[in-house]
């Protein structure tokens, strides 16, 4: 071919329209323009054969109003599947089209509105849904035909696409190759030809004064932004009394593994102790989702990823109380569903949650009751059921128990599997306002709430333990060898 056909540079404007040997052809005729569009374009056409025709050869470009700009955005696939079937979500969102030029304000815009809207209609839903912000598009193509049979579809590539969003935000796929290798494009044919391509940012680079104007407009656009997000908020927030506690979880059920039957599901309920409370609208039970499982590793696990919120109170009592104050016990049990909607106990756990903030990732080992018999575990394969706690807080310490010893002699259990649990906690009170020399050595926040002397002297006697331990270990130590084997034979 000749020399001057293998190489071909192009300067393209943001929304230039360079026209391919397909368009030229099609809209020369006139009786083929439908839209003003068309129209305009044959104009323009004509104009160019006037001129001496199109400069560009294989370069040519496709504008945010051409048709293949709203084609290219409905037809977008969403695996690189040559057989990909787009399912009902995607045929739905291709529907939307997201450049909307007209954008409405959103109700409630006003300020100091409401961040949750309860009743949202359904233009409202519509509008948030879906990423809805202004964006331009603009196709740089490249026309890879053989030489001397320009203007088919079928060789026609996207070479570069540039977008630009309402927030100034632009995105070039694929990115400058600057000192990069240059892109390549391989054709299925006979010769299997390979196309090499660059890109280049052509721009003229910004002077340093309207830098710094730019950066001025960006800091008063950030600070007003700053102020209406302060005014959304608000500043009238919830204050914590002295010698109160207020406690967030964000939980997690994270996954239940080794368990002998399928479609598990765990059920939990959360117990408050003495001077405890929750508002009235926390829900403190919850009952998860059906998994299957699936086999990792040695075990069956079942991953559920179902969050639940906590919100708790701890009120300061009386420091004549017997009893050291308790913390939050999180009572679970795991049941299996089958086909036949038979469902079995597969084990019993507890959960004390954790006393210190931050994030904690637990594991708790459960368990079961069992019978003695074969025909126990005949009706548990056959139809169903099992041994079940009457009073699932059995678990631990039964909550009707007034004894002081509780016996367990001759109760059969089984050890089943085991429940993951990531709980993210969050304490308020103004006891950590304090500045006291005691808060260095204070271990959970119920030291830093003061008044506890049971609580009090009970870490005074560990921690003479833990004293007089490292002291003998120290005298130990100090002693010479010959003298501790000597002791040790005449023993």
């Known amino acids: 071919r000749p020399a ?48 001496g025709g199109r400069k560009n050869c294989r370069i040519f470009t496709y504008t945010d109003h051409d048709r293949f700009t709203n084609l290219e955005e409905h037809c977008q696939k969403v695996t690189d599947s040559d057989h990909e079937v787009p399912s009902y ?33 359904e233009e409202f839903i519509r509008n948030n849904h879906v990423i809805n912000t202004p964006v331009q598009t603009m ?20 070479l570069c696409t540039i977008k630009v969003d309402g927030n100034g935000v632009i995105t070039v796929k694929p990115d400058f190759t600057d000192a990069k290798e240059a892109y390549w494009i391989e054709l299925d044919g006979k010769r299997r030809e390979v196309w090499k391509y660059t890109i280049e ?52 059920i994270v996954s239940a593994q080794g368990y002998e039957y399928d479609n598990l599901y765990v059920h939990f309920f959360l117990e408050l102790p003495n001077q405890w409370s929750s508002p009235a609208f926390q829900q403190l039970s919850g009952v998860t989702q059906t998994c299957a499982t699936k086999t990792v590793g040695r075990d069956n696990v079942a991953y559920f990823c179902y969050l639940f919120t906590l919100e708790l109170f701890f009120t300061q009592g009386d420091e004549s109380e017997e009893s050291l104050p308790q913390w939050p016990v999180l009572y679970f049990e795991v049941l299996s569903l089958d086909f036949w909607q038979r469902y079995r106990v597969e084990g019993y756990g507890s959960l004390v949650l954790p006393a210190s903030p931050g994030l904690h990732t637990l594991t708790i080992p459960t368990w079961r009751p069992v ?44 050890t089943t599997g085991s429940v993951t649990f990531r709980l ?14 005691l808060r260095q050595r204070m271990q959970s926040v119920l030291d830093r ?34 003298l501790i084997s000597t002791s040790a034979s005449a023993l």
């Not at 575990?377 to 056959?382: D, K, P, Q, V, Y």
């Not at 993210?424 to 020399?437: G, M, N, V």
Request: hydrophobic share 30%; proline share 4%; with cysteine.
């Open 89 to 121: 979500l995607a045929e739905r969102m291709a529907n939307v089209r997201r450049r909307r030029q007209d954008r409405r304000p959103i109700e409630a815009s006003s300020l100091k509105s409401k961040i949750i809207t309860w009743e949202p209609s």
């Open 4 to 51: 001057d056909d293998e190489e071909e540079e192009a300067e393209v404007r943001w929304q230039e329209k360079l026209f391919s040997q397909f368009e030229v052809d099609l809209y020369q005729n006139a009786s083929a323009c439908q839209t003003p569009l068309d129209r305009q374009y044959h104009e323009e056409i004509l104009k160019l054969e006037k001129a």
């Open 201 to 252: 940012n052509a721009s003229v680079q910004v002077q340093p004064e309207e830098e710094e104007r730019e950066q001025r407009m960006f800091r008063d656009l950030y600070g007003r932004h700053k102020e209406y997000l302060s005014g959304l908020v608000g500043s009238e927030f919830e204050t914590i009394l002295p010698g109160t506690l207020r406690l967030f979880v964000n939980g997690e």
């Open 139 to 158: 196709y740089i193509m490249g026309d890879l035909g053989p030489y001397g049979k320009l203007g088919r579809r079928e060789y026609e590539h996207v």
């Open 424 to 437: 993210s906690c969050l304490q308020q009170s103004k006891a950590f306002l304090e500045t006291s020399a």
């Open 371 to 414: 019978e003695l018999g074969v025909v126990a575990e005949l009706r548990r394969f056959f139809i169903g059921g099992s041994p079940e706690l009457e009073d699932i807080t059995y678990v631990r310490i039964p909550s009707t128990f007034k004894g002081k010893r509780l016996s367990r002699f001759g109760f059969r259990t089984e």
């Open 449 to 482: 709430l003061g008044g506890f002397s049971q609580q009090s002297s009970v870490y005074d006697v560990l921690e003479a333990f833990q004293r007089a331990r490292r002291r003998m270990r120290e005298a130990r130590e100090s002693l010479p060898q010959d």
